[in-house]
Structures are given as structure tokens and as C-alpha cells.
């Protein structure tokens, strides 16, 4: 009963556009001091131990990644070559920036930056190039979240540790989803603009651009390829990140003086101050819901609920969808996959599997109001009205709704690489 009372009084105060730390820490501060097993050094105790642990020194390695590799031209390096490459394919440069959003993605690993760098460069393009407004808003849009299911990514990290999954095996099953669903937005770009002119390959324009990019596309290969061969852990692949992206942007594309980076280490801070209280407040009350039995108690009490795991996965896609809408990704990971997770496992879920599906369905929920970060930002960088990107991201919301009813029904999209390497 008190667990029901706690998450009763969670989701008041969140309807009540709270703040998620202070309701986190009031409601583990009520609990500490119910429980026998809690007091004040006790959550201290549990706090330290939240935040000690290695794997946390991954996210802002990859967060100053994505803020070294978005402070240079690698946005349009990438663009560039998209273009070159997509010149003899109808509807080419709505593909090139779905590509190039994709790429700089896997190198940045934000799904913000890569809206703002390839959307303020791709988006005039588009339009000039005959796009309708909508089109080029919801196109850059969806393919602005793609950085959220690619790895390197930051809610993969995140639930791997809330879950104690293998990192490497969530990076791992999250490369063909994200592909999946490049292609279904490139591919729902050329179906719809079949009827543009084409043009013919520029080879040299190809070389020149791939040499200009070559650098940066290294960045992704290096680190994801360290992870997947065993020569790196997360956390070291993110040093190597770091290090190889600042070098690049330094000595070799010279667009990051070496006085710029307290600047981009200060926004990384800024970044983590809003992420580890709440990183940290949830694993304590993770904890207690352990000592509790809470999971155990849902697996029984649910398991009569939803006695065909179909069902459990339908239930389970319609709670995230909702709660995309109105949280956001990194806190309904830390809230809901301890709690989900075990339901998942006992109606014969994998892990992996269904975390990829989790994060892909809370990944949509950047795209739906009122609290969808990229309609919010678009609205902003592409000076539109909330309501105009709403509306424009509407066949975009189909195709990635259709993407998460392949990652749910086909485990074999998430896990086809984990089980082979």
C-alpha cells in the first residue's frame, strides 16, 4: 500500500507540472523514514552508491562528444556528402538529409543537436529546392530523433544500467532498429517525391566530400567498433570518443580552438545537473522497491492481467506511448524500466529486446505534444508556429509507429546482431 500511496502521490505532483527532482527526493525522503530499513545515512549511503559506478562516466563523455562534434562543420561535411551521393535518386535531397541525420546521429548521439545542425542547414535547401514546408519540417523532424535508438546513446546507457543489462549488447541491438527506421523515413521521402528532377553523379564531388567527412565518419566506427570487437568497454569507448572527436575538430578540420573547450565543458555540466539527481533518485527508490518486493508483486498481480505475453506487449506499447507524451525519455526510463522489466521477462521478453522496443517507443514521444522536445525546438529554429510542426510531423508519426510494431512483434530486429557477435 505505501508503494501505491508513493507513485499516487508521484503522479499528482507530475500532473501538476512539479519539478521531477523535488518530487523524487520528497517522495524517497517519506519513504526513508517509513521504512525500518531506511534513515538519513542510509539514503546518503545508497545515493554515493547510485553514482559510483563506472559505466556513469560514459554519459558525459558522449554528451561532450555530441557538443565537440556539434560545435565544428561536421553538420555540413556530412551534408555534403549525403547530397553527392543522393543526386541520381528522385527525391535525393530529402534522402540526403534523412541520411545525414542518421550519420551525424551515431556521431553525436543527441537527437537535439542533430535537429539543430542538420535542420538549420538542410531545411532552406529543401524548401528552395521545391519541399514544401511541411514535408522538410516532419522529415527533419523524425529523423531528428534517430540519434535516440543509434548508439552511441545516451537511454540505451541509461537503461542498461537501471536494468543491469550489458551496454554493449544495447548499443549492439540498437544499430538495425535505427537503420529501419532511416529507411522508412528515406524511403517514405522518395515514394512521395518521385517526380522530381534527378541528377547525374559527380564523382568528384563525391571524393572531395568524402574526404572533407572521411575524419568525422571515423568517429562512430572507432568507437562502436571497439565496444563490438571487446577492446573497449562503453566508458573507455567513450574516452577514445572524446579524445579522437577532439582531435579531428582541432588539428585536422581546425573549427574548435583549444579556448573553446571549458565553454563546451560547462554545457556538458549543465547537462548533467538536470540528469544525475534524477539518475540518483531513482536508483534509490529502485532499491527500496527491491527490498519491498514490488517487482515480484507486479509480475504476480499483472501476470493475472495479462495472461498472453501479446497482450503484455500491446498494454505495456499504449502505458509508453502516453507517458512519452508527457515525460520525458531519461526519466521514464529511470522510472519505469526497473519496474517493466521484470514483467517483460516473465512473459518470456528478453531484455535487450525489450528495452530497444521501450526506448523506440518513447523515442516517438519527441514528436507528440505538449512536451515533444523536437516540436518544441523546431518550432523555434524553423520559426512556425507548435501547431504547423504538429501537423507536419502527422505521416511521420505513422511510419515510426510502424517501425515500433516491427521492433515488437520481430525480436529478431533487436537481437540479430547480439546473438551472432
Known sequence: MMVLGLFALAFVLLVLRQNLVAILGLVLVIAYSILDQGDPGALMLDAWHALNQEILLAIPLFLLVGQIVSQGTGA??????????????????????????????????????TLLAIGT?????????????????????????????????????????????????????????????????????????????????????????????????????IVLGGIYSGYFTATEAAVVGVVYAGLIEVLVHRDLKLSELPDLLGKTAVTLGTLFPVLMFAFCLNMLLMIEGTPQLLVNTLGEWFAHPALFIVATNILLLIVGCVMDIGSAILLLAPLLTPLAQANGMDPVHFGIMMVVNLEIGYLTPPLGLNLIVAAAIFRESFWFVCRAVLPFLGLMLLGLILVAAFPQISLFLVERF
Do not use: N
Open 76 to 113: 555540413e561535411r556530412m551534408v555534403r556528402l549525403m547530397r553527392a551521393l543522393t543526386r541520381p535518386i528522385p527525391g535525393g535531397l530529402a534522402v540526403a538529409a534523412v541520411l545525414a541525420c542518421a550519420i551525424f546521429a551515431a556521431v553525436s548521439g543527441s537527437g537535439i543537436a
Open 121 to 221: 542547414v538542410m531545411y532552406p535547401a529543401l524548401v528552395k529546392a521545391g519541399y514544401s514546408k511541411s514535408f522538410a519540417i516532419g522529415a527533419l523532424c523524425s529523423a531528428g530523433t534517430l540519434g535516440i535508438v543509434i548508439p552511441p546513446s545516451i537511454p540505451l546507457i541509461l537503461y542498461g544500467f537501471m536494468t543491469q543489462t550489458s551496454i554493449a549488447a544495447m548499443f549492439m541491438a540498437g544499430l538495425l532498429p535505427g537503420l529501419m527506421l532511416t529507411g522508412l523515413i528515406g524511403g517514405y521521402a522518395f515514394a512521395t517525391h518521385r517526380h522530381l528532377d534527378i541528377e547525374p553523379i559527380d564523382w568528384r564531388e563525391v571524393g572531395a566530400a568524402l574526404k572533407g567527412s572521411l575524419a568525422a565518419l571515423s568517429t562512430p566506427v
